[in-house]
């Protein structure tokens, strides 16, 4: 969820666990940043070790991050925002380990979308795109990390038993191919959905306009 009005004081609810801040390296140690039961999944998948490393690796090599885990209800609460010159990544503590993977893995690529949000962030302000318009072009950005994802993580595999109690493993792998289809599934859940993302979008709409 990038919101660049978004105040540190969020942090509150958080974990101590978090990455120094400085930029990505070879000599970083990926794991260490992440909770016993991802390090766990990982130590047992190579492959899901590489690829993980290797998108941090691309989207930090310039710029500093930090995780933090926050602890919610809400199974889609996971998301990453900017601050001064890093991206913080915060993943929710409650759920699945290979759920931890995937929400770090998406926020990582969707971090990458900085100055694209930040562009329609500046076209709320001043007006020049309406508040639905808004919602959905935030979600187009994001509907383009998640296919990113989808690609990398069907090269992936994972016991069954983690893929049949992931919340989001399915939702990825079968996330659609088209925009419209994706916007469609979101609008069709916006009733019984414990997050309305469209809503959420609109209301960054009216704090963006000073409403």
Known sequence: ???FTMVLSLLTASSARSYDGTVFDKESNVLEMLSPKLHALLNDNVEATRLLTNTIGKAFSTRKFKIYYAYSS???HSYHYYVDDAVVIVLRG???ALDEYLGL???TLNSENEDRFLKLCHKAESGSISRLNFAHEMLRIEFGALKKEQSLVRKLKFPTKDTLE???YKRTINCPD???EFL???EKQVTTNERNVIRD???DYDSLQGH
């Open 1 to 3: 969820m990038p919101l």
């Open 166 to 168: 992931s919340y989001f």
């Open 105 to 107: 893995v998406y926020e």
């Open 184 to 186: 469609g599934e979101i």
């Open 178 to 180: 088209k925009f419209e």
């Open 74 to 76: 809400n199974r889609t």
């Open 201 to 203: 979008y609109e209301r």
């Open 94 to 96: 409650e759920q699945e």
